[in-house]
């Protein structure tokens, strides 16, 4: 017999629901979770004593690590191309704690390299909109989720944007309105936080169109909400589509990330790349004029004779 209108907790990303209730128990299930544990320990390390800015940030001990791993790599590669600056984007926005996040790290990694960091959230401003496709995942996303309280946001962005606005008509209208600054300071992180696939494709058209100027030659992505979906749905199946377009326009998962990332975070698994195999720049040396070089290492076995 099957029993209907039974609450549960389980939702994407939390198969056996979200947490238990009471003492040890709670405790038992956060650190039973990698992602939690990982958050939690970076916590607690960023408390120790000589801790500073410096080694939090190389270790990945600074809240969404993710989103300050994508503002790096977007500044180291804007000050080894020559420009003076860089864009770093969020779409879905939500309550707003993710902005301030990315332009806490924008503060810190342009005061680190030199290099200019704009920071900007697309947001349709009133929660999500109803879905347009199954692939919107309707029966985890509903019309309404993730509203924003606007004045508390706007008091706390300092010099960050905030373009409110169905993002199919915002998105075009801010590379057109803003294509000279965007030249000065081309997109070098994008985080997708939009949930449903058809709201990521319309993001995804940052980087259709014959125009360069406005982008790095690889533009760093988050995606955030991979896990628990599969690839035929949501982000992924966004991202699948953008990349059936044409091969010289590709947004890939980074592999092996996890391997040469501090503490083999999860979030490792979320970042792609969008390579712009066509982009004028996409072949200029980022490395250094010499390069890297192995050099043959000594033969240890004729050391004792």
Known sequence: MVRRNVGTTAQKGHPFGRRPAGGL???LWDWSKSGTRNAVRN???RRLPG????PAYRFGLVERPHYAYGVRRAT???ARLGHPGVTVVEFGVAGGNGLLALAEHARYYAAATGVAVRVVGFDGGSGMPPAKDPRDMPYLFGPGFYTM???RLRARLGS??????DLARTLPDYLDTHADVLRDHPVG???LDLDYYSSTSTALDLFRGSAHGHLLPRVTCYLDDLPGTVEQIGEAAAVADFNAERSDRVVGRVLGLRAFTPFDPPWADQIYVHHRLDHPDYARLETGATGDQLPLAPDLRRRGR
């Open 149 to 151: 309280d606007h004045d």
């Open 189 to 191: 992180f994008v985080s």
């Open 43 to 45: 916590r607690l390390l």
């Open 25 to 27: 128990a709670d405790v």
């Open 51 to 54: 801790v500073g800015s410096a």
């Open 76 to 78: 180291e590669s804007a």
């Open 160 to 165: 960050s944007e905030l373009v409110i606005g």
